[in-house]
């Protein structure tokens, strides 16, 4: 048997012809560039995640970016952000001139630790970027308290977390603003990149706009230096239509998340742990393991594809090496980093391929562990 790590084709098949036939109307239009699509994909997003405004930009990264543009954040400024995130958060933070500052992870549920972001705030800080990593919200109430106590911004990566809830609300409503991706191997994911930005700020969504279409108020009136950062039209329609599926498609990958929890129980890996009042939408279901890379050898070997997110922390990438960070200064993250495995996960992943998987990964962990014994007797 071959299990991907993630299946788009599957996908497709099961909606082909209304995929098919929102491009066709898209191309009949042809109004390619901020057509009718966008805007009622903005619409119909705004209203599932429950924000006011929805504004369709070319990429994750980009929302996050242009989000900390419009609030004027640049040199000088700190923002803090998830050690265990993925490196466009911090690149959207560098890229305004903005220096990001890392808090490590809480070791349960991979959210940023709200006791760590007090402990980093400093004079300079402007804003906090929780992550809701792997399809879990991060713990809002304490970020909020701390938020409104020292006159913070926030800004919701939302990038894996198309749908979780967190106390009953949508994870992309909860601060300032969010940014959400629609890469294509998203919860919510298009034919090619395209991103948002949803908030109840309707001066912000307007800058947002304004900078995503070069700046300009109404055609050749350019108020501000903008940039081209549009969702396109056809990816817009086409998110248009998964958007009806996404509720479905979460509840399915629930349904597998947690059949991986049965069959792992006591298969000798950590698998993954949701806090109370949070969903998870298991974009990525990630278990923690001794003998990774012999494991994930075996399964490879065995037609099962995983994925590792993400083998090198960002404080240790050579992106990030002007920020001056050093092996040790996340302990948390760094160890989940040697150890964290994504099992194959999509909704129209079927039970048969979880238990092949669960079998296999169980096997896989007997088999390295016997032969660690082995080896340390035979060293002894
Ligand atoms: C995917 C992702 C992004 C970036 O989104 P793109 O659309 O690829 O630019 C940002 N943050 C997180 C946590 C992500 O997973």
Redesign the pocket.
Do not use: E
């Given at each position: 048997m071959k299990v991907p790590f993630v299946d788009l084709g599957a996908q497709y098949q099961a909606i082909a012809p209304e995929i098919n036939a929102a491009i066709q109307g898209v191309l009949e239009k042809r109004d390619f560039v901020l057509g009718s699509d966008v805007e009622l994909f903005e619409n119909e997003f705004a209203d599932f995640i429950g924000t006011r405004h929805a504004v369709g930009v070319g990429?994750?990264?980009d929302a996050?970016e242009l989000v900390l543009r419009a609030w004027e954040i640049g040199p000088g400024d700190e923002v803090i952000t998830a050690a265990n995130?993925?490196i466009?958060?911090t690149l959207a933070i560098m890229a305004v001139g903005a220096r990001p500052v890392l808090v490590d992870m809480d070791p349960a549920t991979f959210n940023i630790d709200p006791a760590g972001i007090e402990a980093a705030i400093t004079a300079k800080t402007r804003a906090l970027i929780p992550?809701h990593?792997c399809g879990q919200p991060a713990d809002m109430d304490p970020i909020h308290e701390i938020a409104a106590r020292r006159n913070l911004l926030v800004l919701e990566?939302a990038?894996?977390a198309h749908g979780a809830l967190y106390r009953g609300r949508k994870a992309g409503s909860l601060g300032h603003a969010s940014a959400f991706?629609?890469?294509p191997g998203?919860n919510l994911g298009a034919y090619g990149?395209g991103?948002l930005v949803a908030t109840n700020d309707a001066a912000l969504a307007e800058r947002l706009r304004q900078l995503r279409n070069y700046g300009q108020r109404v055609k050749y009136v350019h108020t501000t230096i903008g940039t081209n950062s549009r969702l396109d039209t056809i990816q817009a329609a086409i998110l248009r239509v998964k958007l009806r599926h996404l509720d479905l498609w979460n509840t399915q990958r629930g349904e597998h998340a947690a059949q991986y929890n049965a069959l792992l129980a006591e298969a000798g890996c950590a698998v993954p742990q949701i806090a109370a009042s949070r969903t998870h939408i298991f974009h990525l279901y990630m278990v923690r393991l001794e003998n990774r890379a012999e494991v994930q050898k075996i399964l490879a070997d065995r037609g099962i594809s995983t994925g590792i997110h993400y083998p090198i922390p960002i404080h240790l990438q050579e992106a990030s090496a002007s920020l001056g960070y050093r092996k040790g200064d996340f302990p948390a993250t760094e160890k989940a980093a040697e150890r964290i495995l994504s099992l194959p996960m999509y909704a129209e992943l079927t039970a048969s391929q979880c238990e092949y998987v669960a079998e296999n990964l169980r096997e896989a962990i007997r088999i390295t562990s016997d032969s660690r014994k082995q080896g340390a007797t035979l060293a002894r």
């Open positions: 990429s994750g990264l996050l995130t993925y466009a958060t992550v990593l990566d990038a894996q991706s629609f890469y998203k990149d991103g």
